[in-house]
């Protein structure tokens, strides 16, 4: 009974975790901001 425990439990947490990756990778255009942001030739 103590596998089918864990089992629920590790179901909702790996859930999760894929749906928080998710938002880091897609904000593209906030990694598209820091990139001008960092070259000077942006601000001339």
């Given amino acids: 009974m103590m596998p089918f425990d ?3 439990r590790t179901a ?3 859930s999760i ?13 906030l990694d598209d901001e ?3 942001d960092d070259g000077e030739a942006d601000t001339e």
């Fill in 17 to 29: 975790r894929p749906m928080e990756a998710a938002p880091f990778t897609e904000p593209s255009m």
């Fill in 6 to 8: 864990p089992a629920p």
């Fill in 34 to 36: 820091a990139i001008p």
């Fill in 12 to 14: 909702p947490p790996a």
